[in-house]
């Protein structure tokens, strides 16, 4: 699976951005996708996740109402919807997939794409 990820850039304090990550190479509804993120001398750690075969979403404790994570299969296509973006939202953020969720969770997916950097200003 290669997976292309866009949409970061960035935004005050407040704002929205959406990310999007297309995938390709393979069957992507079988997919569990993610978005994970990472800053400078931390661990890449999970934002969100969605299984693909319930649709179920799981969410960081920091971003819970704050970002939704949805899919679409039809256009192979994974997006996080970010609102009301604080500083500590700062990093580079990258798109997963995996066969396995757990892995997703764990930040130790089968495919990674490159990142997108998103930086919120005070």
């Known amino acids: 699976v290669q997976l292309q990820a866009s949409g970061g850039g960035l935004v005050q304090a407040g704002g929205s951005l959406r990310l999007s990550c297309a995938a390709s190479?393979?069957?992507?509804?079988?997919?569990?996708m993610g978005w994970c993120r990472q800053t400078p001398g931390k661990e890449r750690e999970l934002v969100a996740a969605v299984s693909w075969r319930s649709g179920s979403t799981y969410y960081d404790d920091s971003v819970k109402g704050r970002f939704t994570i949805s899919r679409d299969n039809a256009k192979n296509t994974v997006y996080l919807q970010m609102n009301s973006l604080k500083p500590e939202d700062t990093a580079v953020y990258y798109c997963a997939a995996s066969s396995r969720i757990q892995t997703v969770f764990t930040a130790d997916p089968d495919y990674w794409g490159q990142g997108t950097l998103v930086t919120v200003s005070s």
């Open positions: 190479g393979r069957t992507f509804s079988n997919y569990n």
